[in-house]
């Protein structure tokens, strides 16, 4: 969310945020809602003030005729809010679903784009591997190897539901403690957060209302603690992100608490209607799957948080790197970047039965932009209370990543190995997974 006074004073700006990254908001709608707002609200205040005045002259008048007549003074003021009040109550109703469609405007240097073929690659790491023989994807090595079982998940929880079996569970929790492991030596503190999450936390990191139809919503939430059945509305998680933010939400901290460094580990639930479609085989996009996520809450400087997202960025390059993995950056343009990013990379690992790279993580600065939805702020060295500055990024995301290790680390004779730097984490000692 942006301030109303940076829209009004930068209107033209927002325009073209608007049009390039493709948000359905006519802005000068909303222009003439905040003036239709602001008259209401003030015109209420008027009325307040004069109701105000008559209480205290009636406080002093002991005459009957004068009681009475500002009584009736009294009583049209009375009146006029009455009709007034509900007015205004939808209009600033409307105003502030408008305002959350409000995009951030991005960065300088972002590309500007109408989709993702748009992305600018900006670095390129490891060597494409080469096989001699011929090679099998992950949903052939799983099905030979006996860890990966698609059709039971299906049977058991429907259109991509799946089974980790075996090895590859234990591949998932190596791989998991791995990023968290990474994320503790880079100062950041682990949590496990709640997956059931209330609609402020979904509105405030801008998951609502662009990417409501991905939400699962729990439609019997349960009851209060007196027994009586919960109004409110619950969700599943798409991502820890929501949760970490939520963890600071209406808090003021203070400047040398910051930068608050946080990573995440949850299940991760998505709908993923709008992926019809698409990669309907195998793991590589599920409805339900585990995640490491990673969150900087910094203080109000671009350049400070851009150092975050370069700083963020390498972190996952090196969880690749150690994995010895083949990835490329990308730079996300604006027509594929979201409506609250400032500057946005994603990362795509290697996978060889793909013949191409698939999206395994996505670095992002929203400035302050979730910050004023979830009243996160901080108070200066000079007492001067600002909003905070937030940044996210995946660290890891599983099973996705285990399409890319099974793919470039599999064997001519149709065994995987075990990458290196994630045999320590293997409760049982194995090295390679071979046929049982």
Not at 166 to 192: D, R
């Amino acid at each position: 969310m942006l301030d109303i006074k940076y829209i009004r004073e930068n209107s033209e700006k927002i325009k073209e945020a608007i049009k390039n990254k493709n948000i359905d908001l006519d802005l000068d709608a909303l222009l003439e809602l905040d003036k239709k707002r602001v008259l209401s609200l003030q015109y209420i205040e008027e009325l307040q003030a004069e109701k105000n005045k008559l209480n205290e002259l009636m406080k002093k008048v002991a005459d009957n005729d004068e009681r009475k007549e500002l009584i009736e003074q009294g009583k049209a003021v009375k009146e006029k809010l009455a009709k007034v009040e509900p007015e205004y109550e939808i209009i600033r109703k409307e105003f502030d679903e408008l305002m959350l469609s409000v995009p951030n405007i991005p960065s300088e240097d972002t590309p500007i784009g109408k989709d993702d073929k748009d992305n600018v690659e900006v670095v390129k790491w490891g060597e494409i591997p080469k096989f001699d023989f011929e090679i099998k994807s992950h949903i052939e090595l799983g099905k030979d190897l006996d860890i990966i079982d698609t059709e039971r998940g299906v049977k058991v929880s429907g259109f991509r539901g799946y089974f980790l079996k075996n090895e590859a569970m234990l591949l998932q929790m190596a791989v998991i403690m791995h990023a968290i492991s990474k994320m503790m030596e880079k100062g950041f503190s682990p949590m496990i957060t709640p997956t059931i999450i209330k609609e402020f936390n979904l509105i405030g990191s801008g998951h609502f209302p662009f990417g409501k139809d991905e939400v699962y919503q729990i439609s019997n939430p349960g009851k209060s603690e007196d027994g009586k059945d919960l109004k409110e509305k619950f969700y599943l998680s798409g991502t820890s992100e929501p949760a970490l933010l939520g963890y600071f939400s209406n808090q003021i901290l203070k400047e040398e608490e910051l930068p608050k460094k946080v990573c995440g580990f949850s299940t991760c639930y998505r709908s993923e209607v709008g992926s019809y479609g698409k990669d309907t085989k195998g793991i590589y996009r599920m409805h339900e799957f585990m995640k490491v996520e990673q969150v900087v809450i910094c203080k109000a400087d671009k350049k400070e948080a851009d150092e975050w997202l370069e700083t963020m960025r390498k972190i996952a390059e090196e969880i690749l790197q150690d994995l010895k993995l083949p990835y490329r950056v990308l730079q996300i343009c604006t027509g594929d970047m979201g409506a609250g990013k400032y500057k946005m990379y994603d990362i795509e690992t290697w996978m060889p039965s793909r013949k191409d790279y698939g999206e395994t993580h996505s670095d992002s600065n929203l400035t302050d932009w979730q910050a004023r939805r979830l009243g996160i702020k901080y108070k200066d060295k000079e007492g001067n209370i600002k909003y905070a500055y937030t940044l996210n990024n995946t660290v890891i995301a599983s099973p996705r990543i285990l399409v890319a290790i099974l793919e470039n680390y599999q064997q001519a004779d149709g065994s995987v190995k075990i990458p290196e730097v994630l045999r320590k984490y293997m409760p049982v000692p194995v090295d390679v997974i071979s046929k049982k």
